[in-house]
């Protein structure tokens, strides 16, 4: 019985702990930085040290496939910095489909392309090379229509990216 009792409670945890997880729209006190996540950075255009810490915070969550904490991050960066185009290129691709999570609703897909076309809008204040990004993630959420909804990975979506990009340790050119 004990051992029945132990498997229970873990499916109990495993199943809280996804659903927690993929609670899409719910509201939550904003992000705060956090220093129980690692020191990963990837510098970005932004004139804000604290849309950084965010921005950086976003991606180690996104990295650890945690995509709606990593949302609420981005968010954060992207109020932050609102001229910054990486804010709006990691909240699409933490809401978008990912190889976890391939079901999109039709809110979730008009979110992502919501997000993506406002990485558009501000590309030319990134770097080349988060221009390119942003161009990537767009080629991949062209429309918010239900036949863009599953996951389609984008290898070849902008070759462009992958030749010209150093490492997501190295900082934007001045």
């Known amino acids: 019985m004990r051992i029945l009792g132990a498997a229970g409670s873990l499916f109990f945890f495993a199943a809280a702990t996804l659903t927690a997880q993929h609670d899409h729209g ?8 956090r220093h129980d996540l690692g020191n990963h950075h990837h510098a970005i255009a932004t004139k804000s040290p604290e849309a ?17 904490e990593a949302a609420r991050y981005f968010r954060r960066a992207a109020e932050l910095d609102p001229a910054s185009p990486m804010p709006w290129w990691g909240l699409a691709l933490s809401i978008g489909p990912n190889y976890n999570d391939t ?7 008009k979110a992502t392309y919501e997000a993506v076309q406002n990485a558009l809008r501000r590309a030319t204040n990134g ?7 942003v161009r990537a993630l767009a080629k991949r959420c062209a429309t918010p229509c239900r036949e863009r909804r599953s996951m389609r990975p984008c290898r070849a979506a902008a070759p462009s990216v992958t030749s010209r990009a150093k490492s997501w340790t190295s900082p934007p050119p001045d």
């Open 26 to 33: 719910k509201a939550l006190a904003p992000p705060e930085i």
């Open 52 to 68: 950084q810490q965010f921005f950086d915070q976003g991606l180690i969550l996104l990295y650890g496939f945690n995509h709606d």
């Open 103 to 109: 079901a999109v609703d039709e809110n979730r897909a």
């Open 127 to 133: 770097t080349s090379i988060e221009q390119d990004y």
